[in-house]
């Protein structure tokens, strides 16, 4: 055997880091085109949001001072429209929908259904404190607040909450760019005539699935992944060569599948690259990695579930580093432990930290603001059944921050 | 207030399950395209896999009884090739690459580095057993077993499975077709000036991010319903009204988000459609859903977090009721306890079966056959550190089918 008496323990691809080169170059993109990206420079709030007070609910925007009162009502305001300089005298009010800044000279609004309407005035029985039913200038996030960190993986989540606040551009790191070569005389490549194929898996050829399943891992939990090709060769060494080369020249790392054996027939090791071959596990002994120019050249198993045993273990943290990606995202629902009662009488949806410990989730419920998206300390939003939860429950979590401890 | 005195329990949403019309349509579909779609007929295995024994190892096929012994190589049988009428005479062998099926004559595999070659012979110094290092037939899945049930969503991974037995075909309902509208005067929409967008914010305008929230989340996690068309209209009653009607002519069901309140300016209710109008939670009460012709129409806040809400309580159980969809898919890495002993030295990547059991995820391993993928039980693959696992030790596992009890 040509390496199975030398297998590497997994924890060596440490040594690894070092030696491939990471991505420098920084580009400013549109949050809404940032889902998947890796963060460059700390996001950092440009000033309070709301800048005004906004109305939290449909109403009577008026000033707290002359509650209870009668008022006059001049104008509306719907959420969208700017009337900040509408100038109102003592007496007066607008109407506002939520969300909307409410005008100079107004601090509270008066619930539409907690006033009583008479021909154009309204007549407010009570008294409304400053900031009654308004999200007060800087509520949402102060300025200077950072909104997302250097090394963080934006996700869909972090997209709406940096829009909510009117930030709309962030500086990411360009993707990692990979080729994908899967090799194999055997293999059978889809899109092909279905009856067929089966017929040819029963005289022992392949569909091939391996690289696919491996293409499907790199998309689904490192977006900051550029997938540039994928291509299936023969496994005739020079053709094999040649591809490889090709790839290493255009892209920042390559992922070879098939061929990773010790065998005569086995070419991985044939391409002479200097490096660790073979782990400690099991699957995936085959499993190799070797770096080229600062460029890793990763050898998998042609068998699927070899191959993303190798994946996991030794591909995923060398891309996550060259990508500078500290925090990866996350889609998915969780069972976790609240670590606080959360009272209530309705079914609620509330953001929660997320942390492992002792191997479990644990989601600390975060102090929400009305209608704010933007929280960031949050990893995922926890459901909340009817009755609320004492500290102690499970609940779902949807995560959008990797639990995985890196 | 026009209801919400009237605020129905998030458990009403059951009694809109038997308003709705459930596809019907189903259609034959390659397997490599079937990732997200739900079964409509059990997926059973046609035949055993594999029909005949198959390479485990690199080596020499021969004849169990005839070991120990001397044998002469005759050739070579290389995965992927077919020579399984190759006639063998007593004291023959031929080299074989994992995954080839064994000629005729040959049921135990010599591995290379067991043998002692001599020229165009071979010699093997102790008894190998039938079927040592080889996947006996029927040894990845037997005839008639089902792989896959009715009202699961094929995943990634059973595609692997499936072809890895040459299961290249299968019938799936066609997807639901969804229409989104997302109303509001307030609403910038992307792609447009980043810049300009930002100074936008700052006086009262909303980037439109809860649409697009709402789409995501139908695209991760109800991949089995198409969106066809996100658009975006003012609050003019009439357009939304126009659009609306439209989509429900053409699609299986329609969300609308923004304009779900009950104020003077908001629309959903003014489109008049009898059905469950604001449920008791919090953020999201204005959610509401009604039935026209056995189409849903979903109204939903305009608020990400509040839509989002409505989305997770009442939109996903009545679309995955239409799509017949029992078992949603999964993907991501979760903790889990394992319920028995994982022992073994190396770093394991195991198939397992999970399990939800007082709020909790449990992993029970399952018995792996040599490098078949397929596995009707699993529903994810832990990773087993070096030195194994003891029962109750805390786990990382990549589920593939929902966690979540429905």
Redesign the interface.
């Known amino acids: ?1 040509r390496y ?1 008496s030398g297998l590497n ?2 924890s060596r691809v440490v040594e690894v880091l070092p030696m491939v080169r990471r991505v420098e170059e920084v580009e400013k993109v ?3 085109d940032a ?1 998947g990206r890796v963060v460059a420079r700390d996001v950092v709030a440009p ?1 309070d ?1 709301p ?1 005004f007070p906004r109305a939290a609910y ?1 109403g009577y925007a008026v000033s707290s001072d002359a509650t209870p009162g009668r008022f006059r009502v001049v104008g509306t305001v ?5 009337k900040r300089d509408l100038s109102l005298r003592p007496g007066e009010a607008v109407y506002v ?5 409410l005008p100079e000279g107004t601090d509270a609004v008066v619930p ?2 907690a006033a009583k309407r008479e021909g154009e005035h309204v007549v407010v029985d009570r008294r409304f404190e400053k900031y009654a039913n308004v999200d007060p200038p800087g509520s949402y996030v102060r300025k200077g607040t950072v909104m997302l960190r250097q090394g963080f993986v934006a996700t ?2 972090d ?2 909450g940096l ?7 962030l500086y990411a790191y360009r993707k990692v760019k990979v080729g994908i070569v899967a090799t ?4 059978v490549v ?2 092909v005539d ?2 067929v ?2 017929e040819l ?7 091939e ?2 690289a ?2 491996v293409a ?1 891992y790199i998309q ?1 939990f490192m977006p900051y992944v550029e997938i540039r090709e994928k291509v299936v060769t023969s ?1 005739v060494h020079e053709e094999v060569r040649a591809v490889v080369d090709r790839h290493l020249a255009q892209y920042d790392a390559v992922v070879v599948t098939g061929g990773a ?3 005569e ?1 086995d070419h991985f090791y044939k391409l002479g690259y200097e490096g660790l071959r073979g ?7 085959p499993t190799s990695v070797a770096v080229v120019d600062g460029k890793p050249i990763f050898g998998l198993s ?5 191959a ?2 190798g994946v ?2 030794i591909v995923e943290p060398v891309l996550r580093h060259m990508a500078n990606a500290a925090r990866a995202p ?6 976790a432990t609240v670590t606080q009662d959360v009272p ?6 509330v ?1 929660v930290k997320l942390e ?1 410990a ?4 644990y989601a600390t419920p975060l102090k929400a603001r009305h ?1 704010s ?1 933007t929280e960031p300390e949050a990893g995922g ?1 926890a ?1 909340i059944p ?1 009755g609320g939860v004492k500290k102690g ?4 979590v ?2 959008y921050r ?3 401890k890196l």
Chains 1, 2 share one sequence.
């Open positions: 055997m199975l323990p997994i549109a949050v809404w889902a000033h949001y800048p449909d719907l959420v969208g429209q700017y929908t939520v969300g909307a800044f539409e259904e869909p989540f997209v709406v829009l909510d606040v009117g930030i709309t551009t194999g005389d055997e293999l889809p899109p279905p009856e194929a089966a898996v029963m005289r022992g050829r392949v569909i699935s391996t696919s399943l499907w689904t496994d054996g010790p065998s027939i782990f400690r596990m099991k699957p995936g002994r042609g068998y699927p579930i070899s993303l045993h996991v273990r996350s889609h998915d629902w969780h069972y209530g009488e309705m079914a609620q949806i953001r492992t002792e191997g479990g989730l209608h998206f939003v459901l009817p429950d499970v609940v779902l949807l995560a990797d639990v995985r």
